[in-house]
């Protein structure tokens, strides 16, 4: 899966409307060939090509769902597409799934370099039409939502995720030093309609008095930092290094993230076009005469549910080493263009201690500066130092690797339940954390520093706070500057 998002729509968006969106955009594009539609609601489900089969559009009415299947064959690129449109129309907060799969063949699959998201027409024709619906004090957008200092209260829960929305919140801060922004929210806002919120502070003030409302060991965005909330908790700060000669680097760094971090989500059951599928069928069965035939299939999807659940785990254990490879190269990759500046202007430390991951101690030391650095920027006398100058150059030309906020994300995603599930073991053994099982704990620590060691038991008696707490301990005591 390339793309996967899901949010809410206007009450007023339904069936009628989303095949009427679809038939436009093939009607009048000159990449589709798929005959006109002419599709019966009477009937639950229509499945129509192009001629030459490259194309196809399959439609099922379900009393509860509207799904439209896409498919798409390049020669060029020797792979399809398949996007999904799963409405849910019929509740009280309809909402929209959209899905793209990218599927290749068994030659062109090891040439392929890079994959491209085709951000389906339907999806900008909705949010063109003002069909987004609110996700609890949001509207769904593909424009920024600028907030001034009369929302501050509405941004400090944001951040502190007393209020969970549906979609991702990408919360993009001021500039202290520029009434510009360094993304381009307006490109990002339109670029993931449907898939993120576009939440930005209106003016360096909003950032001051946002500062003032948390503790300064809170990982809280500013100077043009852009902190993603996804939901669930997890988090992820960008930095603009400005140091790529791609423009606008920044801004397809952020949107590429958030699509490739919701593509790796898995699709809720509700929202599943197979498994929605499967349920017709097994409903249209129990309804023949031939109960028989009816058990028997029922053993058969369910057997291929265990198949499908054992393939997903594995799946999720490769995506979870990815992103700690990815944040690996990174860091070297942000130490080999820091090694170019010359040796004059290196600062070269000498420690006894080994690092817990790569580049530990250089993170240590940016962070305590950063946070020296925030505490002269409101004061006239300090800001106007030469101490102000050095270390807002220091921070302008070295960054902190992202590795230990990937590390907060696995525990805290880990511990969630209260205690330690098989797939939260195998997030934090991947990380490349020690789980051992004795009496009624797991101890966990990261392998080769015993020293600071957690425990989380294995039937905590409030599972609701208990394993919020001992995620907050341990990341303290790791992560803390």
Known sequence: MIFNTRFYVDKGFDRHILLDLMSEWLSTSDNYFIPDIDFDFSSDELDIAAEDGSQRLVINNYTDRFIMQLSVKSEAEGAEYTTYF?????????????????????????????????????????????????????????????????????????????????NPIVYVSACSNSSSYDLNVNKVASELAGQAHVVV???????????????????????????VIFPGGESKMFYNKKDSSTYNSFDYYVINSVRRIMAGVDVEPDFNCIKLRQKHMLEKLANSDDKALSVLCEQMLAEKDQEITALNDEIRSLRRQVRFTE????????????????????????????EIYQGEIANIILKILQREYNTMTDDPNLSASRK?????????????????????????????????????????RDAGFVVDRGGSHYKVYKDGFEKYMTTVSITPSDKRYGGKNAASDFCNMLFRY
């Not at 909402?95 to 290749?104: A, D, I, P």
């Not at 063949?105 to 085709?118: P, R």
């Not at 502070?201 to 902190?227: A, C, T």
């Open 86 to 166: 799963v409405l849910d129309d019929m509740s009280d907060r309809p909402s929209l799934h959209v899905s793209q799969n990218k599927s290749f063949s068994a030659i062109s699959i090891q040439n392929d370099k890079k994959t491209y998201v085709h951000v389906p027409t339907v999806l900008r024709s909705i949010f063109w039409n003002e069909y987004g619906g609110n996700d609890n004090g949001i509207i769904t957008d593909d424009k920024p939502l600028i907030l001034r200092k009369s929302s501050v209260d509405f941004l400090v829960d944001v951040l502190s995720q007393k209020t969970q929305f549906l």
């Open 201 to 227: 502070e209106g003016s360096p003030l909003i950032s001051k008095i946002i500062r003032q409302r948390f503790d300064e060991n809170f990982d809280l965005p500013y100077n043009g930092m852009v902190k």
């Open 327 to 354: 944040a690996k190269a990174d860091t070297l990759q942000s130490r080999f263009n820091d090694s170019d500046a010359g040796d004059d202007k290196q600062i070269c430390l000498s420690v006894s201690n080994s």
């Open 388 to 428: 102000y100058d050095v270390l807002k150059d220091l921070l302008e030309h070295n960054f902190p690797c992202t590795t230990d906020t990937q590390l907060i994300d696995c525990i805290r995603n880990a511990f969630k339940d209260g205690t330690l599930t098989r797939e939260g073991i195998g997030c934090l």
